[in-house]
């Protein structure tokens, strides 16, 4: 493709991704994401429905006081109501507010929506776009025409449908965008309504005397969205309306963390500026843990899992060429390819895992049979080194007989004691929790004991508490993140958990895992070489730093 | 379409999609998988690949013990090995002793697998797959040959590529399935390569003077799977492999709970027995319970949200005319209508919800606004109630003054001591676990204690201890699965904790939910409130036996 065609990312993350079940975000969760999307280089942000959200007014606000660098944010709202003029519709007014110099108007296609939803007539409901798209033009504000429900419309009422278009043109839209509201259609039927649209529409376009360019907006419902907006941009549509990470209601939208790299990296478009597709995977999981919902591992491109070999002859062959079993080079994404550690893992997966540890180790190496080993054995147990990899790499050093001693624990007990407890519902009740540790460092014994509002976090405070004498670099430490699986749930209240906990010292992040039917126990495990390996880590730095570090001349 | 077309529907859940990261089936769960399969409807069921797999042997053995009833049973193998003829092969004498109808062949179709995967030479390659197919052949199998790579193969090395196809025909396949198996391909590729190479087969089919039938094989790195089969169906592919619930490594295998209602229900192929389709969620969900995986409820068709309505708008149109916002009606596939309470639900919600619950509750009752604060109060706190219906029916029956009062649960100690900790991951360590438990029946207060593996399930015996003396139907109530999200994982240990809990009394299932920073009081939130639920609905049975019973005559 020697000159790359234009496709404009219209991201709805902040609105119709907001409609996916169990999302909630603040107005300080759509300032962050916002400020991530800018950064990533998408054009077009759809930031919320001001007027009919009272957050959406403030998050508009805030962006008015701290502009956005490069994207157009957009406020959305539908058509002025039936029966009034648009200037006294107070829907719109707040729109007027956001002072965006575009604005999307979402209007009904479909007759039976106008009749059964609106319950108005279709010649209002043309009345209405038209009477929107002008008076907001007339307040110089460039218009994005959703036409919602435009599949369902077109294949029940062609002629309305494309009136509706019509009118939408010559009120002077600068696009339409086709929505598959219902996310019914499938890829042949939008390349061909694409296609006749596209016909369609280039009369209206003359008379209007302007350029009216296509979008299209798809939902995931046949789980074909992506597709339908391949299909869509391959007719000719040079906007794609999606969401990051594909959220959305009910299936969710079009998915962008795939549709950029598809169209950008397989059909030659230019969405995003090169450089800024690597960030691609970090905003995908940076989004995924501002609204706290747990990332698809399995997602294309920027899944955890994307780029993962488990089996022995593949991951022989990827290392030998990665075209062979990956159709796209992982760091163009900002993802990574990986080595997964698992029980049909062969000793190739070890040894290539054990030497990004910077640990020697060949397969001749008796410790190597031990590790497969004892690594099936856990694995039955529950065990899962996958993600965590601070725990693996204490394993291999322990049969390597290269695992430090920082610390002995030697029992802990937690009290938890609820008295008073509320009927349904109301705040805490009376509730205390006490751990006791009691650990060894080199000789020495140290009895703690402390407070929390949860048995991990009184076990976590006693153990720092008994361990930051000797080792004061530990302020540093922090939890980020604590995951919990219930392996056998069917068991009920008996069943194993399997505890995942990540830390940070501020520069570094690692994993460790913890497994037990005692919840408490499983969490304590993994904390605890949380610690052990964030202290293996600094004498390890600490080390290289001496090293590196010319003696003082002797005076 | 006046008469169907039929696609054969080829699962390979058992064989590619146990390649799931994070997924390892036993020979049970591979049994009761395939019986669900075959129950379904599906024609052919991949059970693995006897021979690279101990277990893959065994469960062939298991199943020509006990057969299934209606799906064909194949095994999965590589071609022979290069330099060996097909009848020396040790991996071809395991398919054999499997004694199958079918058997699928794979063999390299690029030229660059064969050269640097199994460093042979392109006419070894070929050789390898005409004797092995030649070889089943004439031990009375009938073959489905999976062209691997094919699609990359082909753009790669178009002339070789075709070649192995025909000598794959020429050596008496049934089938030739294009894989692929990188998932590189989007769908406007797939159609015209299946096009050209549906094409180039015709005279070779001709000169074998045999039919040979064309399927599909696609993978979902690119995000689009379903559309790539969709497409290759379109061009005359009359088999589709795909998996349940999309599984397979990295990114997964074209999901059959997708594909089959789309080919079924939108383009008129015949896929499953019309009768079967409403046992696609069924299955869905409870393969995925057996592959201890959680389901994804974005899931086209059978997802928890497929069909969920969340805005108010939505809910009204809908009930109207289910084709406003439902591109399928839900239980074609098995699926349900959910009308979704969350802090987005206006008052509509939440009174059709009590309606469901057999309560009556209008807009005018003063609890309805109460309710609707209340839910929107502990929303924000970190309940939801999507999923746990029962507990939000005692919300609702709290605000309507009809919560009978079964036990009134005062407080409760945990202890759990743990003492000589093992060093890294041996078995459990010396540890218990009591709890004491003090609840009031009427004016009766009982004092228990138990002793568990786990704080929860101590504290779940001692209150069955305490009630099931007043309660004796309480034997029958079961804990079937136990959820735990963490919140806000980046607040580290102190998070807040959400916990589900369903039951089960044998012939209903309930879900209730518990928040706290404490996950043992979380935890036991969601017991209490469990087991209040169950005792309601036992209540509620007893009192409706009661009025449909005659009164016994006096004598």
Redesign the interface.
């Known amino acids: 493709m020697p000159q790359s065609e234009k496709v404009w990312i219209y991201d709805t993350t902040l609105r119709d991704g907001a409609?996916?079940?169990?999302l909630?975000l603040s107005i300080e969760d759509k300032l962050k994401i916002s400020l991530q999307l800018d950064r990533l280089g998408v054009p077009f942000i759809e930031g919320g429905w001001p007027g009919a959200n009272p957050k959406d007014i403030q998050f508009f606000q805030r962006l008015q006081e701290n502009p956005l660098q490069q994207a157009e944010l957009v406020p959305f709202c539908s058509t002025r109501r039936p029966g009034l003029t648009a200037a006294e519709d107070p829907l719109l007014r707040p729109i007027l507010a956001a002072q965006t110099r575009w604005v999307t108007l979402f209007g009904k296609s479909w007759d039976?929506?106008v009749t059964?939803?609106l319950k108005t007539t279709l010649d209002e409901n043309l009345a209405m776009i038209a009477d929107s798209i002008s008076y907001l033009s007339r307040q110089d504000r460039c218009i994005i025409y959703d036409a919602e429900h435009w599949f369902?419309g077109y294949k029940n009422n062609r002629a309305y449908a494309l009136e509706t278009l019509r009118v939408a043109i010559a009120s002077g839209t600068q696009w339409i965008v086709l929505c598959d509201?219902?996310?019914?259609t499938?890829?042949?039927e939008i390349s061909s309504i694409v296609d006749e649209v596209s016909q369609a529409m280039q009369p209206w376009q003359e008379k209007a005397g302007h350029d009216v360019q296509l979008g299209i907006h798809t939902h995931?419902?046949?789980?074909?969205a992506?597709?339908?907006a391949?299909?869509a941009v391959?007719q000719g549509a040079a906007m794609v309306q999606g969401t990051i990470n594909?959220y959305g209601?009910?299936?969710?939208n079009a998915?962008l963390c795939?549709?950029i790299p598809?169209l950008q990296l397989?059909?030659g478009y230019d969405c995003l500026p090169p450089d800024q597709l690597s960030g691609l995977t970090p905003a995908s999981r940076l989004i995924s843990?501002i609204a706290?919902l747990a990332p698809?591992?399995?997602?294309?491109?920027v899944?955890?899992?994307?780029?993962?070999?488990?089996?022995g002859?593949h991951v022989s062959?990827v290392q030998?060429?990665p075209?062979?079993?990956?159709?796209?080079t992982p760091d163009v994404v900002g993802n990574r390819r990986r080595i997964?550690i698992?029980?049909q893992a062969g000793l190739s997966n070890v040894l290539e895992k054990a030497s990004l540890f910077g640990l020697t180790l060949d397969k001749a190496h008796p410790a190597s049979r031990q590790i497969l080993q004892?690594l099936k054995t856990?694995?039955h147990q529950g065990?899962?080194f996958?993600a965590a990899e601070a725990s693996f790499e204490?394993?291999i050093r322990?049969a390597l007989d290269q695992?430090p001693s920082f610390f002995?624990?030697?029992?802990?007990?937690?009290?938890?004691?609820?008295?008073?407890?509320p009927?349904?519902?109301a705040a805490?009740?009376?509730?205390s929790?006490l751990a006791t540790v009691s650990v060894k460092v080199g000789d020495q014994r140290i009895l703690t004991a402390a407070e929390?509002?949860?048995?991990?976090?009184a076990?976590?405070s006693a153990l720092r508490k008994a361990l930051v004498a000797f080792y004061p670099a530990m302020v540093e430490f922090?939890?980020?993140?604590?995951?919990?699986?219930?392996?056998?749930?069917?068991t009920?209240?008996?069943?194993k958990?399997r505890v995942l906990v990540?830390f940070t010292n501020g520069h570094q992040r690692w994993t460790t895992v913890g497994v037990?039917?005692?919840?408490?126990?499983a969490?304590?495990q993994a904390?605890t070489e949380g610690i052990e390996y964030g202290l293996l880590r600094q004498s390890q730095q600490a080390e290289a730093e001496l090293k590196s570090t010319p003696l003082p001349l002797a005076t």
Request: glycine residues 10%.
């Open positions: 409609q996916t079940e169990g909630s039976l929506h059964t939803g369902d509201t219902n996310g019914g499938l890829p042949h995931n419902d046949s789980g074909t992506v597709a339908n391949i299909a391959q594909g209601e009910r299936c969710g998915n795939t549709l598809n397989k059909l843990e706290n698809d591992e399995h997602a294309p491109f899944g955890l899992s994307a780029f993962a070999h488990k089996g002859i062959a030998k060429d075209r062979t079993y990956e159709h796209v997964v698992s029980d004892e856990l694995e065990y899962q996958e204490l394993l322990q695992r002995d624990l030697q029992g802990f007990d937690v009290l938890c004691r609820t008295h008073d407890v009927q349904n519902y805490c009740s009376n509730s929790v929390g509002n949860g048995p991990v976090s076990l976590d922090h939890l980020t993140d604590y995951k919990v699986r219930i392996l056998d749930g069917h009920g209240t008996s069943a958990t990540d037990s039917t005692n919840i408490i126990q969490s304590y904390v």
